[in-house]
T-cell receptor, first 110, second 115 residues
């Protein structure tokens, strides 16, 4: 069974810092990997989708990479802002399901 | 597009009452998913539909839970009778493509409190 792990569970950084969030998965047979953002009391907002044949995707200050062979993905956030404070979840589609990590809670301190 | 629309956003009910949660997926999407999120267990898949047909309901916790998708633009999740342990945020999500290959889009969720 696919297992998805996100470390660290929580991260606090000063505004302006570049940061990396990590996602690892145990089974490399995936269709795609998706990064989401969740604000308190809200739904999950899709940030980036990386197909299994791709290595990375970029959107504004966000860059996500995928290394299937090692079972890892990273979400790079450049020049962090207080508005980036949220929980970030990754999900892999594998077999017949989406498998979610438990998320990294990010706080960007002004 | 308006995105995935869920109602109600908040529901407070008493134990034993029937609860019905509603979802309108993104137009054109052919896969629909119901998830439950709690602090203890994170996100759990309850059931998913493809082309209005239930494909996997193994996550439905027990017979008190049922879900329907009568057409491509509407789905319901019903709990009868409700219990306090059902308190959670219930999310509906939709995607284009078969099974779990498409990009997943979530609604804002329905926060259920069972007293």
């Amino acid at each position: 069974k696919q297992e998805v792990t996100q470390i660290p569970a929580a991260l606090s950084v000063p505004e302006g810092e570049n940061l990396v969030l990590n996602c690892s998965f145990t089974d490399s047979a995936i269709y795609n990997l998706q990064w989401f953002r969740q604000d308190p009391g809200k739904g999950l907002t899709s940030l980036l989708l990386i197909q299994s044949s791709q290595r990375e995707q970029t959107s504004g200050r966000l860059n996500a990479s995928l290394d299937k062979s090692s079972g890892r993905s990273t979400l790079y956030i450049a020049a962090s802002q207080p508005g980036d404070s949220a929980t970030y979840l990754c999900a892999v589609s594998s077999g017949n399901q989406f498998y979610f990590g438990t998320g990294t809670s990010l706080t960007v301190i002004p | 597009d308006a995105g995935v629309i869920q109602s109600p956003r908040h529901e407070v009910t008493e134990m034993g009452q029937e609860v019905t949660l509603r979802c309108k997926p993104i137009s054109g999407h052919n896969s629909l998913f119901w998830y439950r999120q709690t602090m203890m267990r994170g996100l759990e898949l309850l059931i998913y539909f493809n082309n209005n047909v239930p494909i996997d309901d193994s996550g439905m916790p027990e017979d008190r839970f049922s879900a329907k998708m009568p057409n491509a633009s509407f789905s319901t999740l019903k709990i009868q009778p409700s219990e306090p342990r059902d308190s959670a945020v219930y999310f509906c999500a939709s995607s284009l493509g078969g099974g779990h290959t498409g990009e997943l889009f979530f609604g804002e969720g329905s926060r259920l409190t069972v007293l």
